[in-house]
Nanobody
Framework: VQLQASGGGLVQAGGSLRLSCAAS????????VAWFRQAPGKEREFVAGINWRGSSTYYSDSVKGRFTVSRDNAKNTGNLQMNSLKPEDTAVYYC????????????????WGKGTQVTVSS
């Protein structure tokens, strides 16, 4: 499956952005979808994930309560709604997908999209 993240941009602290992940190729609904981010000089880290049906969601502690992950299998898209953004949320955000397993590590992902830059100014 091919993935493409979009929706990044520049926003002030406290603002919101909505990222989208468009999928093409194989059956998108067969895959769990995750969002990762990578800030300059830091490792890529897990942000949020959603199972293939959209019935279970998972979040890192740093974004819990502020970010919401969702998906629309009919439209082959995944979304990440980011509210109450903080300067420390500044990073390149990536969407990824895995076909099996239950972990949300980078190594567990089978497919990656190109990232989209999110910059939060203070």
């Amino acid at each position: 499956v091919q993935l493409q993240a979009s929706g990044g941009g520049l926003v002030q602290a406290g603002g919101s952005l909505r990222l989208s992940c468009a999928a093409s190729g194989r059956t998108f609904s067969s895959y769990a979808v995750a969002w990762f981010r990578q800030a300059p000089g830091k490792e890529r880290e897990f942000v949020a994930g959603i199972n293939w049906r959209g019935s279970s969601t998972y979040y890192s502690d740093s974004v819990k309560g502020r970010f919401t992950v969702s998906r629309d299998n009919a439209k082959n898209t995944g979304n990440l709604q980011m509210n109450s953004l903080k300067p420390e949320d500044t990073a390149v955000y990536y969407c990824a997908a895995r076909s099996g397993g239950s972990t949300w590590s980078r190594d567990a992902m089978n497919f990656w999209g190109k990232g989209t830059q999110v910059t939060v100014s203070s």
